[in-house]
């Protein structure tokens, strides 16, 4: 009984030094961008030993794929929040306006740090594998309230205004792009 409390206190303990260096990660990402996460960078921003990251992961590539992940969680529990609004309130183009000004107004900074770890997934090709989930998951989704050639069109309006935002420091509030998604839901076949 009391090794499984130490081992379940351990399992605790590692879980969270795991999550404190991907929480560090994102802020190198944030403050200088996807080529200076270093394992020597992180560490000092974490405030932990350089040992600490080679413990919890092998290479820079696998620390790549777990900050992807978080980043990958972190934005589809934004989306469920919109989903969740548009089957209660029936309107999916204001959810998704609604969702679009959180992301590129309130929530920006993480923004672009997902879309910097989105993109980067170009060169880690494991990451690759999440990017694409990370896509695919958004429009299935949205093929709950529409056809899935709507569904796509509106995930890649949705994505290429996430994008621009990030790249180009664009803020995009409801009312701006609520007809964009009304025009989409309206008009594709």
């Not at 206190?9 to 969270?16: E, F």
């Not at 309230?145 to 509030?173: P, Q, V």
């Amino acid at each position: 009984m009391q090794e499984s409390r130490s081992e379940n206190l351990q399992a605790a303990r590692s879980h969270a030094m795991r999550q404190k260096i991907i929480e560090a990660t994102h802020q190198v990402i944030g403050e200088k961008g996807v080529p200076a996460v270093t394992f020597r960078s992180v560490a000092q921003v974490a405030g932990v030993a350089l040992g600490s990251l080679s413990y919890h992961f092998a290479d820079k590539n696998e620390l790549m794929l777990a900050a992807t992940e978080f980043s990958k969680t972190r934005f589809l529990m934004r989306c469920q929040v919109a989903w969740q609004a548009a089957e209660h309130n029936g309107d999916l183009a204001a959810s998704l306006a609604e969702l679009i000004e959180e992301l590129t107004v309130r929530t920006r900074d993480e923004l672009v740090v997902d879309y910097e770890l989105f993109l980067a997934a170009f060169y880690h090709p494991k990451s690759r594998i999440v990017s694409a989930e990370w896509s695919h998951e958004t429009i299935r989704d949205l093929m709950r309230f529409t056809s899935a050639d709507k569904a796509n069109l509106l995930a890649y309006t949705f994505e290429g205004l996430c994008l621009h935002a990030a790249k180009l420091g664009k803020m995009y509030f409801a009312d701006d792009v609520l007809p964009l998604f009304r025009i989409v839901l309206d008009r594709a076949p």
